[in-house]
Structure formats: C-alpha cells, structure tokens
C-alpha cells in the first residue's frame, strides 16, 4: 500500500472512531463493537436496544463535525489487560478482545479522543492506523444501515451496522457519491425484480434463486451458445448428480478440506449422502468409465452442473451470493504435449465470447504457486514450473495483457481468472481456466500412452460463465437491463393503438414469432402512453406501434427502447432486419 492510501486508511478508521464516540453521546446504554476502515470508506457495529435508522443520520452527522471541528487530539497508548478489563468492564465486546491479546501475551492497544473534560473523552481498543487529530479528518457521508452477526458468525447476536465514507476532498467525496448512484441505477436486484428476471422467496429459502420465465430466456439463450461452441470443438455433454456418497468427496479431498462450505449430510440407508459443492468428482469417474489410450484424448466433458455451497447469510448478495448456482464446467483431459493448443482453443472460445456479449473491458489475473510454500507439495516443483510455462505461454502467444499473481494459485495447480471491474468498482472473476494435479492423482486417473504403459492425464478446468447466477447479475449491471437483442428476453413489442387493432397485432406477432423472434403483443385496455412506458422500463429493444394506418398498409411503426421513431417500414423490412441484428450479435 502506498503512503497514499495509509493516509486515506487512517483517515477512515479515525472517521469511524468519531462515528463510535458521537453515537455513545446521542446514545446512552449503547455498546461499540467494532468497526475498521475497509476499501471504500469504514463501517461500524453496536448493540443497542433502541431503534436508530437511516432517517437520524443527519443528527449523528452533525455530532460528528462538532468533533471533528474542536481538532480534538487523537492519542495512542497501551494497557496491561487487567487495566483493559476495569476500563471495559461493562463491554464484552471490548473485553473479548482485551482476553484475545492476554491469549498472546500482549498488551492491549487503544486510542483516545481526548475531550478537555476527562469523563468525555472517548477510549477505544485498537491498533491504528490514525491521524493525529479530529481536524485532519476529510469530508464524510454516513451512507446505510445493516444487520450483522458478531464476528460474523450466525451462532452469535446479531448487532447493528453503519456504513459510511470519508475522502481527502469534497470533490472525491462528491465523486464517489455519483459512482454510488449510477451504480444503484444498475443494482441487478432492483433491475431484476422490475424486468422479472428473478425472484428470491423466503418460504423458499434464502440464497435459492428462483429463475422467471424472462430470466430463464436468458439463461437458455447463453446454455445454447456454450452448447453450439463448444461442440463445435469436439465436447461431449454429460450430467452428474446433484447428491453423491460421502466417499466421493472423501477420494476428493473436499469433506476435511472444503466442508464448512459444503450442506450436512443426509442419512438415507445408513450413509451419509452431500450435496455436491462442484462437479469435478462426477467427472472424472465418467473419464474413468473405460480404459483410454493416448489416441483417446483430449477428452473434453462439458456439464451444467447445478452444485451447493453454504454461505452464510450476511454474505448472501442477489444472485452475486446465493447457495445453489449452476457453473458452466467443462473438464478437459489431455496428454502434455496437448495443453498448449487445448489452453489456446479455450482462450479463443473466451475471447469470441466477450466479443459477442460486446464486452472488452476485462484483464487477466495469473495465479502462480510459491515454491516456499508447503500447501503447493501436490506436485512436483518441475510439474508445476511445466503448468505455468504452459499458462504464460498461451498468454503471450495470444498477445494478451496478464498480472502475476505468485502465491495466488490454488492448492492443486496454477489457473488463469478473468477479472472484470464491476459498476460499484469491486472486481469480480467472470471466467476462470485451472489446472488440477490433484484429482487425477486421488482418483488415479490414466491412458496407455505410445509404450504400451500407464500414464497420468493433465486435467483442465475450465468454467467461461462461471456460474449462471453470477454472470447474469453482472450483465444486468454492465448493460443496466438493456441487453443486445440476441440477448433480450423480449425482443419485440407489437402494441395495437385501438381494440380494431389487436387481431392485426396478434398477425403481426405470429409472422415474428414464426421467424424465430421473441415477441409479446401488449393487447391489456391500457393507453398506448402507459404500455410504451412498461415497455420501457422492460427494456425491451423494439415497440411495434399498430393502428389503422399501419393495418391498412401491412407496416408497423418502430419505436426504439431509446425513445427514437425510427418510422414505418413493411413487417418484412423489420422481420430482415431484427433477423440480421440477430444473428449478428449487434447491441
């Protein structure tokens, strides 16, 4: 981190100390938790009884410039934890933390606003980093309130928290705060819910999306354009289920490694049954079905496979967290002297992919292993140094721009991830491409090479979608619901302007529809005002307006979801055409 942003880190968390010491003031009997500096600002936990809620911001605001105006010093020194014990004997949070430094024989850390009046000045554990005083504090905006699990751990109490940001600049803040409207403009939950994409029902179960009928469009449309690709490459498609034994997982290494993220068993006939978390067991015992020979491969499975993970309910975000989520997986098994054209075909494949979806702004993050590093001991150092040669190599052939990334790898090899800056500025991993030394080994996999004797595999994960559920929420939010067209979930709206012009519509409708179009015919006895506005807000790229002029003359009137008149053309005309922007992939 740069001096830079130690500053900024500094000025947030002594932010967030103000923000603890004024809600003490407006707030007697209430509890501070904790409360760091984070990337975008710094959030706060309390315990209170009372009820506080966005509405007395502006009160809490205010405490806090009286603070921070009186450029109060802010002192750092030490206690010996019996010392920490008397000073938050009526907080446990507080002397939770005072048992965990007795537990490292250490000296408890804190900080003091100092008021003129002792009794007011404001003592909190805590390691730092902070500015010298209240006044070298920048410009702040309180921004929400949550619900959050101590430590957060649903075991324990749920507490209350702030979030809030403080820059160097009114003009940063300014900034920031514009960022955080356009991106709530593409909130992929709010744009969801109005364009029905998806659904999250309580009596369900939280982190279960639901897809609706114009959600699963878009998903079908995605599942037949990886199913097309990659056929064309030579994939074969297979599914797996999504409940196996506890052995499989226990030859795999996931149950001991990976099982808080995986759902309890279920006990049916005295074994225990999980939920899968991924579909690389499945896998590999469909690769193992026969004896393969060196002329066998590569083998290149292709699965949607619907998978569970547990996460814990604050963590839970949309469709960006949810608990059940289908990845477009593929593994793809191969011989040595394959992984350079194999890692190549799947580059392109990516590559053409993005430039369907109209999207370039992404970069490549390469994970390496560390070779001091013991968790790395699943291969040799020479099979690993041979996997990244292979990634680096396939990067520059293809001139593509990477970031290394030593240490980053996972456990059982090195992997490609295709990150993507998200419109609330956090990077999300859209695409990822992972060499595996691990499961080849656990489940012994092999093929008779040109000597007649065993050899292992190379096992290449490769899931360019990553999950469903993830990708569409970023597409929401890349395109703020107004996708391509191939993509729409509706792509044409023939609205009738009168009741004598339904039938037509509904003609209209049935020759798009018969061209391979999606179409909707809006006939409800609303105003034709009030079906243009729904469509808009559905974001659906062509209105087709019909009235008696345009039923006379076998036209319809275009209507852009931008609000342009693109002005009236014959039903072949527009059937040629949506048919070109189509099949072309044009936004």
Aim: hydrophobic content about 35%; proline content about 4%; glycine content about 6%.
């Amino acid at each position: 981190m740069n001096k830079q942003n130690d500053q900024l880190e500094a000025m947030r968390h002594s932010c967030e100390h103000v923000l603890t010491m004024a809600m003490i003031k407006l707030y007697p009997g209430l509890l501070p938790a904790m409360g760091p500096a984070i990337e975008d600002g710094f959030y706060f936990d309390f315990d209170y009884s009372g009820k506080i809620s966005e509405a007395d911001f502006i009160k809490i605001e205010a405490e806090m410039k009286r603070i921070i105006n009186q450029d109060l010093a802010i002192v750092h020194s030490e206690l010996s934890v019996e010392e920490a014990r008397e000073v938050f004997a009526h907080n446990p949070y507080k002397l939770e933390w005072a048992e965990e430094a007795d537990k490292r024989g250490e000296r408890v850390s804190i900080y003091t606003i100092q008021e003129e009046s002792q009794a007011d000045s404001f003592v909190d554990v805590c390691k730092g980093p902070h500015v010298e005083s209240t006044g070298k504090i920048g410009p702040f905006k309180l921004l929400s309130i949550a619900g959050a699990y101590w430590h957060g751990d649903s075991k324990n109490k749920m507490l209350t928290r702030i979030y809030g940001t403080c820059f160097p600049t009114k003009e940063d803040l300014d900034q920031y705060l514009w960022r955080l409207e356009e991106a709530e403009k593409r909130n992929h939950r709010r744009i969801g819910q109005e364009m029905e994409l998806f659904a999250i029902f309580p009596e369900i179960g939280q982190g279960l999306p639901v897809w609706l009928p114009n959600g699963f469009t878009i998903r079908r449309v995605l599942e037949d354009y990886m199913l097309e690709a990659e056929r064309k490459l030579g994939y074969e498609h297979v599914i797996t289920p999504v409940i196996s034994r506890a052995e499989l997982f226990k030859t795999s290494g996931h149950l001991g490694f990976y099982d808080e993220s995986m759902y309890p068993p279920i006990e049916v006939d005295n074994e225990k049954l999980y939920l899968k978390p991924m579909s690389c067991p499945g896998a590999m015992f469909i690769y193992k079905y026969k004896t393969r020979s060196y002329r066998d491969l590569p083998i290149k499975l292709g699965e949607f496979g619907l998978v569970y993970r547990y996460e814990k309910s604050g963590e839970l975000h949309g469709l960006q967290r949810v608990r059940g989520f289908t990845q477009n997986d593929a593994h793809i098994f191969c011989r040595e002297d394959q992984i350079a054209a194999e890692l190549t075909e799947v580059i392109n494949l990516l590559k053409q992919f993005y430039k369907d979806l109209g999207f370039d702004k992404y970069w490549i993050r390469l994970s390496l292993s560390d070779p001091k590093d013991k968790k790395y001991a699943i291969a040799s150092r020479e099979e690993w140094e041979r996997a990244e040669k292979a990634l680096k190599k396939v990067l520059d052939d293809n001139k593509l721009e990477y970031e290394e990334a030593p240490g980053e790898a996972v456990f059982y090899g090195p992997k490609i991830d295709i990150q993507a800056v998200n419109v609330f500025g956090k990077e999300d991993t859209i695409s990822t491409i992972q060499f595996d030394f691990n499961l080849p080994r656990k489940f012994d996999l092999f093929y008779i090479d040109t000597s007649g004797e065993k050899a292992r595999p190379y096992v290449i994960h490769r899931a360019l979608i990553g999950s469903f559920e993830r990708f569409l929420a970023f597409l929401i939010e890349y395109y703020a619901g107004a996708f391509p067209v191939w993509l729409s979930p509706v792509q044409a709206l023939v609205v009738p302007i009168t009741e004598r012009n339904i039938e037509y519509a509904r003609r209209v409708g049935r020759q798009l529809r018969e061209n391979g179009v999606r179409v909707q015919v809006d006939d409800r006895s609303e105003t034709l005002q009030a079906k243009i506005r729904d469509a808009q807000i559905q974001k659906i790229p062509y209105m087709l307006v019909v009235g008696d002029k345009e039923q006379e003359s076998e036209t319809v009137s275009v209507r852009l979801r931008s609000g342009e008149n693109t002005g009236q053309v014959s039903i072949k005309e527009f059937v040629a055409s949506i048919k070109k922007v189509i099949s072309e992939k044009e936004a």
